[in-house]
């Protein structure tokens, strides 16, 4: 796969910059974040679900990006978007990590059951993703706006999944324009986000 068009930041102008920026912003952790508030808040009272996805939102989305933060500070990662599978590997360590702790937390106190299957789906998602990415560079954002537009038609119904149809996409287009993913990779993406989701509607979540 030839070189991502935003890996120089001297091409970061016109089009590229406003696919870059799409991209950074309709990403897994922000996709995520908004069900990690919008889960609880659907089935508790607004402090009691706001509560909740304030914990999901710091451990889940938060953490994670903060570690990678770090990681790129420091030069443990040469880009934000680690096209090289080698520099993932410790970010989905900690994600996972996180995305535990989280769980047991929602699990000890009495957090809401959806949120207990969306994090069970976080967990998933990256131990796969992760096992993937020890050879592949799968597309970790179609996987996340793929699983995004599946939890919203399961939980909201179909109708209100068709607000997310545009974001995914919007992110199949950015993802295959930066030359950041190949369309096996993306396609893949696709397919992991949707074995994901359903396979936990047959112990009942979602």
């Known amino acids: 796969m030839s070189a991502p068009l935003?890996?120089?930041?001297?091409?970061?102008?016109?089009?590229?910059?406003?696919?870059?920026?799409?991209?950074?912003?309709?990403s897994p952790p922000v996709m995520f974040a908004l069900l990690g508030i919008a889960i609880p808040?659907?089935?508790?009272?607004?402090?009691?679900?706001?509560?909740?996805?304030?914990?999901?939102?710091?451990?889940?989305?938060?953490?994670?990006?903060?570690?990678?933060?770090?990681?790129l500070k420091i030069g443990y990662i040469s880009e934000l978007h680690m096209s090289d599978t080698r520099e993932r590997h410790l970010p989905y360590a900690t994600a996972v990590a996180f995305a535990l702790l989280s769980f047991g937390i929602v699990s000890w106190f009495g957090g809401p059951d959806l949120l207990r299957c969306l994090l069970i789906f976080n967990i998933i998602e990256l131990v796969a993703l992760g096992l993937i990415n020890i050879k592949w560079l799968i597309s970790i954002h179609t996987t996340g706006v793929m699983a995004t537009w599946l939890i919203v038609g399961l939980v909201w119904g179909w109708t209100a999944s068709l607000i997310v149809v545009p974001f995914v996409i919007g992110v199949s287009w950015v993802?295959?324009?930066?030359?950041?993913?190949?369309?096996?990779?993306v396609l893949a993406g696709f397919a992991l986000g949707i074995v994901s989701v359903l396979s936990l509607t047959l112990i009942g979540c979602f």
Do not use: C, M
């Open 6 to 26: 935003d890996r120089d930041i001297q091409n970061r102008t016109g089009l590229v910059k406003f696919a870059r920026i799409f991209s950074n912003v309709v």
């Open 41 to 71: 808040l659907k089935t508790l009272p607004f402090w009691e679900g706001f509560g909740w996805a304030a914990v999901y939102g710091l451990l889940v989305s938060l953490a994670p990006i903060l570690v990678v933060l770090y990681l």
């Open 175 to 185: 993802r295959l324009y930066l030359k950041r993913h190949t369309p096996g990779q």
